[in-house]
């Protein structure tokens, strides 16, 4: 049998400010939801380990046939959801992830940092 690399080497670190952070914004009312690209395996790994129970729902691009930054990953999760494009806030660490959501006039945050995060949120939650 053929080792399963990712199972091997793939060893995401959750960052606990981030998770407490949706927990939060979900605590206040709002909706979290993650739109990732993901394969099938890549997606079972993290259902797994429970990383994505944060979230009140998980689009993976593995089941929706699209992935980001294609605007149809977008419509197909905002039109899932219910949601308009400036209603909806999108955070991402992919520059052409968030070029794509903001051009479609979605509120969105190039992530490089916690801090700078929590400071547009609280500019923008208002």
């Known amino acids: 049998m053929r080792e399963d690399l990712l199972i091997t080497l793939f060893h995401p670190v959750l960052d606990e400010r981030v998770k407490q952070l949706m927990l939060d914004l979900k605590a206040a009312g709002h909706r979290v939801v993650c739109g990732t690209n993901a394969f099938e395996r890549h997606y079972e790994y993290h259902v797994e380990h429970g990383e994505y129970a944060v979230f009140d729902r998980v689009h993976p691009s593995h ?13 197909h999760v905002l039109q899932r959801e219910g949601w308009s494009a400036r209603g909806t806030f999108f955070i991402d660490d992919g520059e052409a992830n968030v070029a794509t959501a903001g051009a479609m006039g979605i509120r969105s945050f190039h992530y490089t940092s916690f801090p700078l995060l929590q400071r547009w949120l609280a500019e923008n939650l208002r």
């Open 63 to 75: 089941l929706m046939g699209v992935a980001k930054p294609s605007a149809a990953f977008y419509e």
